[in-house]
């Protein structure tokens, strides 16, 4: 074997175990939500060790030199963090302020600070909590879709976020109470999530595959 083709063999290797690793963020909430385990155990016992074997892989791809897979992982970050605040966020704070639809499209952060806390709501720890989480998510899909679709068609980012809203369609009325059949959640929602999937589309087809 030569040693580009050990190189792409490590790069596949490395690049599934941090798609693992990454995934288990949201794994903790999805866990609550199956009410199997709470959030609290889950991110402390499956989402940082996840973390830590992250910080691995990132290791040994710079020991390696693989400046494709580190290139990959910056962008997927960059790209993932830009298209959740300007975009994913941004677009939601200008069709909720449109008034067309009255649904609250920011009330899961200070929830999702509560079920990591175990405080209420409206304490300072969860709202601060529940939005780094929330960024953290946004990053790591991000970051997901880089290791497994950089240089792809930008429809793919797209095709990507939409699987996520499904996952949020299903899970969000369990966990939050929010009705499938409120319009307002199910739209902007979905506005949402096709604004981030495009730009991490676009990103990772146009300079995040190769550096």
Excluded at 80 to 105: H, K, M, N, P
Excluded at 115 to 127: C, K, Q, W
Excluded at 177 to 201: C, D, E, K, Q
């Amino acid at each position: 074997m030569s040693l580009q083709d050990r190189l792409r063999s490590d790069r596949f290797r490395l690049s599934l175990i941090g798609w693992v690793a990454l995934s288990l963020g949201i794994l903790a909430f999805l866990l609550h939500a199956a009410s199997w385990v709470r959030m609290p155990f889950t991110l402390s016992f499956v989402s940082l060790p996840g973390l830590v074997v992250l910080a691995v892989v990132l290791a040994y791809a710079r020991r390696a030199d693989d400046r494709v897979l580190l290139h990959r992982l910056k962008h997927g970050f960059w790209a993932g963090l830009i298209g959740t605040l300007v975009f994913y966020d941004g677009g939601r704070v200008l069709i909720q302020a449109s008034g067309i639809w009255e649904y609250d499209a920011f009330r899961a952060m200070p929830i999702f600070g509560s079920l990591i806390t175990e405080r209420p709501p409206a304490a300072a720890a969860s709202v601060i909590a529940g939005w780094i989480y929330h960024f953290w998510n946004g990053i790591s899909f991000g970051m997901m879709y880089a290791l497994m679709a950089a240089g792809r068609h930008w429809f793919w980012g797209f095709a990507w976020a939409m699987f996520l809203e499904m996952a949020m369609i299903y899970t969000y009325p369990v966990v939050f109470g929010v009705s499938r059949t409120n319009s307002g959640f199910v739209i902007i929602s979905i506005l949402g999530h096709a604004l981030y999937g495009i730009v991490l589309g676009v990103w990772m087809q146009r300079v995040g595959a190769e550096p």
